[in-house]
């Protein structure tokens, strides 16, 4: 669903809803998590938003992005930058949520601090490129090889 959506809105607009669903389901499992209703509902708009945002999306803007000649080391630096950033986010997540007591009061803490980590994340979506200059610059990619 988020590479039909790359074709068809671009990558600025598939990574602002995949941040925004992120970063509303970790606000909404901070606050209203402890039900189970709520939970089941937060956790589907994180797992929704992660599609958006991991996979597909990041690899069009790195592959739109990057010389030919540089596509392959791109592509191993962005999978590595990947694995790191899940790696620390777990570490971080857990270290939060151990430091204010654990249990449920820490992980709310741990959840609200992701929200607002993911919330600049949304900020910095507005920085990429929309959809007409993104075809703009393929076209002249295409054109130049």
Do not use: W
Not at 26 to 55: D, E, P, Q, T, W
Not at 78 to 104: K, M, N, P, Y
């Amino acid at each position: 669903m988020a590479g039909r959506s790359l074709d068809r809105f671009g990558s600025r607009t598939v990574l602002m809803t995949g941040t925004s669903l992120l970063t509303l389901g970790m606000l909404y499992l901070a606050f209203k998590g402890n039900i189970l209703v709520h939970f089941y509902f937060s956790a589907c708009m994180v797992g929704i938003g992660m599609g958006f945002l991991v996979g597909a999306p990041l690899r069009y803007i790195m592959l739109n992005e990057s010389q030919l000649d540089e596509r392959a080391s791109a592509q191993g630096a962005l999978r590595l930058f990947t694995g790191i950033g899940q790696l620390l986010g777990a570490v971080l997540v857990g270290a939060v949520a151990s430091s204010h007591g654990g249990g449920t009061a820490g992980l709310k803490i741990a959840y609200m601090m992701t929200g607002v980590m993911s919330l600049l994340l949304l900020l910095s979506t507005f920085a990429l490129k929309s959809r007409q200059v993104e075809l703009a610059t393929s076209i002249g990619k295409d054109s130049a090889t």
